[in-house]
């Protein structure tokens, strides 16, 4: 997966949760050019290696960009894209995008 990611969308983090930690996914996210932000997994015998602070960030916000995509998916069409052709399932996916936006906007004026 990782592979086929770095194909397509030039990216420098491989975020991933406890279930990806081993050498093997680590070594093949150095391997691409990325840096592996994995949590580690408690149930593992050896000592796991620190985040650094900058990767302890972007393990944080990980969650919100699951969150972001959850939403995409499952209220602004992310998961019934009619379309084959991917400049037009872009222009779909960019359509929720856009919706989430003003969502999020209007939220924000309304706490404000």
């Known amino acids: 997966m990782m592979k086929k990611a770095s194909d397509r969308v030039p990216h420098v983090h491989d975020l991933a949760d406890a279930a990806y930690d081993s050498g093997t996914v680590v070594a093949s996210s150095v391997m691409e050019g990325n840096v592996p932000v994995i949590d580690s997994n408690r149930r593992k015998a050896d000592e796991a290696p620190k985040m650094t602070a900058a990767e302890r960030k972007a393990y944080k916000d990980r969650g919100n960009d ?16 009619r379309v084959r052709e991917p400049r ?4 779909h996916l960019m359509y929720g995008v856009l919706v989430i936006a003003v969502e999020q906007t209007m939220r924000s004026l309304m706490l404000c």
């Open 88 to 91: 037009k399932v872009w222009q």
């Open 66 to 81: 699951e969150r972001f995509f959850a939403h995409l998916i499952d209220a602004h069409g992310g998961r019934h894209v």
